[in-house]
């Protein structure tokens, strides 16, 4: 934070809602996350045939 400039840092106190924003940076990384999958992938994640919280699970423990 420290390295940022203070007229930009200064700007970010005019916003109100901070649970929106950091929702929307998740959901932002989601779907940079999702570019990165093949399209049959995605489609199945769509059509609800992968459990994405579920694959992320598994992986994180191991």
């Known amino acids: ?15 109100t809602d901070w649970t929106e924003v ?3 940076e998740i ?7 999702l570019q990165k999958l093949p399209d049959d992938v ?6 609800g045939e ?3 919280r579920k ?3 598994e992986i994180l423990t191991g």
Do not use: Y
């Open 27 to 33: 959901e932002r990384r989601a779907t940079f996350f």
């Open 50 to 52: 992968v459990d994405v």
């Open 1 to 15: 934070m420290k390295t940022g400039t203070p007229s930009a840092l200064a700007q970010l106190t005019v916003l």
């Open 22 to 24: 950091a929702q929307r």
């Open 42 to 47: 995605i489609h199945s994640i769509a059509e």
């Open 55 to 57: 694959a992320i699970g």
